[in-house]
């Protein structure tokens, strides 16, 4: 059953509040595919149980789910440049969606953000890094990175090591939460649980409306956004991989000296490893 005759199977035996969801996502189908559950809910106007029941009362398991569908359902994207592109454009047409990405993340920026995390992660005792997917991906990455400049940092895929790190943490520590949507359950759990038990909690994430925003004490905003059926885009790889380089210069230039000893130091601690 198409989308559009399932809302309107389904109408009539909704709720006024869960109607005005139904409007919005039939007269906006291609924003809402990226929109996290809490900016539809204020697009709508109403509150983000609204938006669930909406789902489930059309037949889905939540809003995940509604947004894959509902993505599938869409004619396929034609990207075009001044109307016309070949088939022999692509590489051009990456290439500018990259630089558009960048860009795009530059603009976002909260340069206050940035520096309050930065000297969050300066002070900290230990800083663990939570992600699953390919956030978990960017996550072993910010490990890499901040034990090149000598930061003592964990990421680790397996989700009950990340619970047990979790629970672990308290007062002086750092979590670090990584998702796109900022709607994925494990990493909002995880940074939950380290709230709790006294961690920061510094999250990085495409929607400055979404539920791992309502945990974080520090939010640092990525762009290129991805629909349901784009998980893992580059454009939302290489923002994150920008933030989190701009975390390392920063933590660099509050110890310039210190930060060059450990670069030294870790890679030569591998060199012997490469031909």
Request: proline fraction near 2%.
């Given at each position: 059953?198409?989308?559009?005759d ?70 396929k994207r ?6 016309e ?7 051009d047409h990456?290439y500018?969606?990259m ?7 530059l603009g ?23 992600g ?5 991906i ?23 090591i ?22 994925t359950?494990d990493?909002?759990d ?19 409306k ?7 004490d520090?939010?640092?905003?990525t762009?290129?956004?991805?629909s ?32 060059k ?15």
């Open positions: 059953m198409e989308m559009n399932r809302i309107n199977t389904y109408y009539p035996s909704m709720t006024k509040s869960e109607q005005k969801v139904a409007r919005c996502v039939l007269e906006n189908p291609d924003n809402i595919i990226y929109f996290s559950v809490t900016e539809l809910a204020d697009f709508a106007g109403t509150g983000e149980t609204t938006v669930m029941r909406f789902c489930r009362k059309i037949g889905f398991k939540g809003y995940q789910d509604f947004k894959l569908m509902l993505a599938q359902g869409l004619p034609q990207y075009q440049s001044d109307g592109q070949g088939e022999d454009d692509y590489a990456l500018a969606s630089v558009g990405v960048l860009q795009s993340s976002m920026l909260d340069r206050e953000q940035l520096e309050q995390a930065v000297k969050c992660l300066d002070g900290a005792r230990h800083v663990q890094f939570f699953v997917g390919s956030s978990g960017t996550a072993m990455d910010a490990k890499n990175r901040f034990l090149r400049i000598g930061r003592r940092a964990e990421a680790n895929s397996d989700s009950h990340q619970s047990m790190m979790a629970v672990t943490m308290g007062e002086g520590d750092v979590a670090f939460g990584i998702s796109v949507s900022g709607s359950l990493t909002n995880m940074l939950m649980k380290a709230k709790q038990n006294g961690a920061k909690v510094i999250a990085m994430t495409n929607y400055a979404s539920p791992i925003a309502s945990i974080a520090i939010l640092l905003l762009a290129g956004k991805e349901p059926l784009e998980g893992g885009s580059v454009g939302a790889k290489i923002s994150q991989l920008f933030i989190i380089d701009l975390l390392c210069q920063g933590l660099e230039r509050q110890h310039g000296e210190e930060t000893k450990m670069k030294e130091l870790t890679a030569r601690a591998v060199i012997d490893r490469i031909y």
